[in-house]
């Protein structure tokens, strides 16, 4: 592990919240990704979504390994579900999230904390994301773009966990999108977020992303959402 300022008994305790579903081909390189961090004082809470595949055997092979991994078994329930049951969970003051098929930069959370303590005005913090095709991609009608991408997506922030006191946690009627409609409650609250212009997070394209299965009505659902959340903002102007 790599030493740094932050890696001491005094840094700030980060809770890492990964689902995962049917992840068992990427579930352990999320998970040795969050280990990597120069920001060791972390806590890594693995929420299994009743997955079908080897998921919760190659997650529980690690917890005799690593002593800061929490493992939470529950039944299939949805990404939301199993997201609000993993804040359930959660102890530390910061939260970072990470999808099971997903990865960091080693400095991600290092960077994003101290500009987050730096300004007590800021709640959230993301960074730019980098998609990348996975080698088994061989189907899949998306490919990865090249460019960076102003990363507005939970594998890219860290934010405070006072946050979802506030705003409340994610959407469980919502089968995706489940982020996109708790950020516009966070604009509906005046959360004031920034985003760091170096790519510190990486979004693996694949044949099975979440997004590869949703119908029209999920989308309209998140559209819906999204139309009075920006009628409430105005509303309050």
């Known amino acids: 592990m790599t ?11 980060i809770d890492i919240i990964i689902p995962v579903y049917n ?26 979504d009743g997955s079908t ?7 529980l092979a690690l917890t005799g390994q690593l002593p800061n ?5 529950r039944p299939h329930c949805g990404v939301s579900a199993t997201l609000n049951t993993a804040l359930k969970h959660t102890e530390a003051d910061w939260l970072a999230f990470l999808d099971c098929d997903d990865l960091w930069a080693t400095n991600k959370l ?14 959230i913090c993301f960074t730019k994301l980098k998609e990348f095709d ?5 189907n899949t009608t998306y490919r990865a773009r090249p460019e960076p991408l102003a990363g507005i997506n939970k594998t890219s922030m860290l934010c405070r966990r006072s946050l979802f006191d506030r705003v409340g946690g994610f959407n469980e009627a919502l089968q995706m999108g489940d982020f996109i409609e708790w950020f516009n409650r966070c604009k509906t ?31 309209l659902k998140v559209i819906r959402l999204h139309l009075n959340s920006k009628r409430q903002v105005s509303g309050n102007d």
Request: charged fraction near 25%; aromatic fraction near 6%.
């Open 3 to 13: 030493e740094t300022d932050d890696n001491n008994a005094n840094a700030p305790l």
């Open 23 to 48: 992840g068992e081909r990427f579930v352990c390189e999320a998970i040795d990704s969050a280990c990597k961090q120069t920001h060791q004082n972390i806590r890594i809470i693995v929420v299994n």
């Open 53 to 59: 595949d080897g998921s919760r055997e190659k997650v």
């Open 69 to 73: 991994l929490v493992f939470v078994d």
């Open 110 to 123: 290092q960077a994003q904390l101290a500009v987050l303590t730096a300004d007590q005005s800021l709640d």
């Open 134 to 138: 996975d080698q088994s991609a061989f």
């Open 189 to 219: 609250h005046n959360v004031k977020h920034v985003v760091l212009p170096d790519v510190l997070a990486f979004r693996r394209i694949h044949d099975n992303n979440m997004t590869n299965g949703v119908s029209a009505v999920d989308y």
